[in-house]
């Protein structure tokens, strides 16, 4: 199992420092955290597409917190299912 390390902050000047620092602390290096700094309005975002590509079954993708990964409801329970049925055993652990 490999774990990865997702970070999204909303606008280009929030900052990510937090999302990080926590993500270091479970020594998840630096290459292994993909982070967007774009809307979570929708799952389309270029890290987060490019680090779907990146895990396989059995990975792990470490987010800080559920509004982290998108800031609609329904987005997140049609992504979640997608992973957990659809891509094998990736699973989603926020903090």
Known sequence: MTIYGYCCCSSA?????????????????AERIYTDKVS???FERSSFQALLEKVEPGDLIWVLSIDHLGRNYNEIL???RIIIKGRGDQMIFCK
């Not at 990510?16 to 020594?27: C, G, H, I, T, V």
């Open 40 to 42: 979570g309005k929708d």
């Open 13 to 29: 000047d929030q900052n990510e420092a937090r999302q990080l620092f926590a993500m270091s602390e479970l020594n998840i290096p």
């Open 78 to 80: 049609h992504f979640w």
